[in-house]
């Protein structure tokens, strides 16, 4: 019979040992490319982890850091040092939240939004805890959060048992990392949601949060990401990833289907941190740990047939077919390895793979949580990240980007540069329209 488990029983798992940091034919058409374009439920142990001791061993790959170098510590000087500590305890608090929900969300805990994307206990309950966490981390100052939930529908009749169970949610949650802390009423939670509203902007400081990046692998309980960005004048200055069924070693297409959400209780080293602060470097560490140690670079050394590339699990988030032809024309013939959430930019950072592209429906409005984070990691790592026609990011208009020419490119810088060619090729066999 599967034992019930709260979040301090999961806190708890997750504690009794430490975790050991890892050693280091014819081509589609492209017209879009040419466009601008209480305490609540307890939670159940799964199954699986009554099987652990009869689990067969999986192979491990150490995590590749090429040309980096090992540091004993996240760099202590620059300009966002306290800033970096605030992130990095603001998404492990809610990855713990996330970590513990996801085994067995509930029919009940889980909807759907205007634009068909699914929202959970989760979302909410992560998003409010970053939003506390960073206000009592910066107390007194002005808090611009832009980040993807609003408190709108939890606030209707309709919403207030899921508002309760969010409620419930979050104070177990503080519980266990700020045991001094009085509970919180189910108003001051929505309240925290409503935090995250801001519309950003070129001007002045303002986080960027995805409170779960990856929702539909979350709730399929595959791969997904706690979100966390910082803007200074509509630059990105540092970002955090929390990925708890990322293992710490690298990733096979074994680490990206369902069933990640149980490894991350019954295996040491399965949940990662990344964290990154412009012109410091980037760095990798157990996600319930203390300040990511491990320095991490990509991978440039390898010949494009040894590459892979990463592209969303989901195929209405991208056009893989585009992919796969921008791939051969490089020289790729290695399958690519299908991941959710923001969990690809920290795989690419430490060289699990060396590319991940994205295009889009010409429709679709990229919003900037679903880079942000990710963007500080990679950069700082050595990789490059530009929009389909090789332009940067703009983060300095708001909550979506105002165009990106059809898609997102990240890579190492000589995957770049060949994709980037392989692109300009492409246009130039498109038909012209008349």
Not at 14 to 38: C, D, E, H, N, S
Not at 307 to 318: D, G, P, Q, T
Request: proline share 6%; glycine share 8%; hydrophobic share 40%.
């Amino acid at each position: 019979m599967a034992c019930s488990m709260s979040i301090t029983a999961v806190a708890r798992s997750v504690q009794a040992a430490p975790r050991p940091v890892a050693r280091a034919g014819a081509l589609p058409a492209l017209q879009w490319l040419l466009k601008p374009i209480g305490r609540g439920p307890t939670l159940q142990q799964p199954k699986q982890l009554q099987r652990r001791a009869a689990a067969t061993p999986r192979h491990r790959r150490p995590v590749r850091a090429v040309a980096a170098p090992l540091a004993s510590e996240v760099a202590q000087s620059g300009d966002y040092k306290v800033e970096l500590q605030a992130a990095v305890d603001a998404v492990r608090l809610a990855s713990r939240l996330c970590q513990a929900v996801q085994m067995q969300l509930k029919h009940g805990e889980k909807t759907d939004k205007e634009d068909d994307s699914p929202v959970t206990v989760a979302d909410y309950g992560a998003q409010a805890l970053v939003a506390w966490s960073l206000r009592r981390a910066f107390p007194g100052q002005p808090l611009s959060l832009v980040a993807e939930e609003d408190a709108v529908d939890l606030r209707e009749p309709s919403g207030a048992a899921m508002l309760d169970r969010i409620t419930s949610l979050v104070n177990e949650a503080l519980a266990i990392e700020h045991p001094q802390v009085a509970r919180l009423s189910s108003a001051e939670v929505a309240d925290l949601v409503d935090v995250g509203c801001s519309e950003g902007g070129g001007v002045g400081r303002h986080w960027v949060l995805d409170p779960i990046d990856g929702t539909r692998g979350f709730v399929g309980q595959r791969q997904y990401a706690v979100c966390l960005g910082l803007l200074q004048d509509g630059q990105v200055a540092l970002g955090v990833l929390g990925c708890p069924n990322l293992p710490q070693y690298a990733i096979t297409d074994a680490d990206c289907d369902e069933g990640q959400a149980a490894r991350s209780f019954s295996e040491e080293s399965v949940g990662t941190i990344f964290a990154a602060s412009k012109g410091q470097g980037a760095y990798a560490g157990p996600v319930f740990g203390g300040m990511p140690t491990q320095r991490i670079h990509c991978d440039d050394s390898l010949p494009p047939f040894q590459v892979r590339y990463m592209e969303s699990f989901e195929k209405r988030h991208s056009n893989h077919g585009l992919a796969l032809q921008i791939g051969a024309e490089i020289g790729v013939e290695l399958p690519s390895l299908k991941l959710d959430s923001q969990a690809k930019y920290g795989a690419l950072s430490r060289g699990d793979a060396s590319i991940f592209m994205r295009f889009p429906d010409a429709a679709y409005r990229e919003k900037i949580w679903d880079h942000c984070a990710g963007v500080a990691i990679i950069e700082e790592a050595g990789a490059v990240i530009t929009d389909a026609l090789g332009n940067p990011l703009d983060f300095s208009q708001g909550r979506f980007f105002p165009y990106l020419n059809g898609g997102i490119v990240a890579a190492t810088p000589s995957m770049h540069r060949a994709i980037m060619a392989a692109i300009r090729k492409i246009r130039e066999l498109e038909p012209k329209e008349e």
